[in-house]
């Protein structure tokens, strides 16, 4: 090889080093933005919902919206059928003020995205510190791809303890969303579940 070809040769080995650390860089970052649960910490946004006719009660529907707000956009539809079912919903991102007052509600919801199986470490801390009133329905929701199976369902749960089995809310509705799946369906029966 001579002093051309060496310098040549070096010059690529340099190339692909960089191309290797800008995609290690973009990996780490990609994991940090999920696994630090950043979409959980801009949630601190709050509104309410009102019926048209007389509240037949109060709603919390608390959420991590997520990197691309596919799972705000469950939360929103949850919130928007028990509007319609003549509940007053206060929608609430998970680190608003509104969301730590769990008093006084008949129905609480909380749900966010699902990576590896379990709920964002946002929406774990929220149902592990949940009090709800005595009487109190609490749902959760954990929007994911693919349609909901047993199994990712049994993950939410095992990932939260106050859901599993002797937890304080292991009386908890819990259901996965898929992106994939008939939104308005898969939100009605989950409100359904919730009244019943
Ligand atoms: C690293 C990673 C792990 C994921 N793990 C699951 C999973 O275990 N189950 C599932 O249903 N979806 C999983 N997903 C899909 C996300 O839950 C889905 O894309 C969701 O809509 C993410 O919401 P977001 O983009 O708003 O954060 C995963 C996505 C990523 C990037």
Do not use: C, H, W
């Not at 995609?23 to 910490?41: M, P, R, T, Y």
């Not at 998970?94 to 379990?118: K, L, M, Q």
């Amino acid at each position: 090889m001579n002093e051309q070809e060496k310098v040549k040769m070096r010059k690529i080995f340099k190339i692909i080093l960089i191309m290797f650390a800008v995609l290690i860089v973009v990996v780490v970052g990609f994991a940090a933005v999920i696994f630090l649960n950043l979409s959980g910490l801009t949630a601190t946004g709050s509104e309410t919902l009102t019926p048209t006719g007389a509240s037949v009660g109060k709603a919390l529907v608390v959420y991590d919206p997520g990197l691309s707000g596919a799972a705000k956009g469950v939360a929103d539809k949850v919130a928007s059928d028990l509007q319609a079912d003549g509940y007053t919903v206060v929608l609430a991102g998970v680190r608003s003020e509104t969301a730590s007052d769990t008093t006084r509600y008949g129905i609480i919801v909380a749900g966010g995205p699902i990576y590896a199986g379990a709920p964002t470490s946002s929406i774990k801390d929220y149902l592990n510190d949940l009090q709800p009133d005595q009487g109190t329905q609490v749902g959760v929701f954990g929007s994911g791809s693919g349609p909901e199976e047993a199994s990712d369902v049994a993950m939410i749960i095992d990932a939260v303890t106050a859901l599993s089995e002797g937890g304080s809310l292991s009386n908890a509705v819990v259901v996965k969303i898929g992106t994939g799946e008939d939104l308005n369906a898969r939100a009605a029966d989950f409100v359904k579940q919730l009244r019943a």
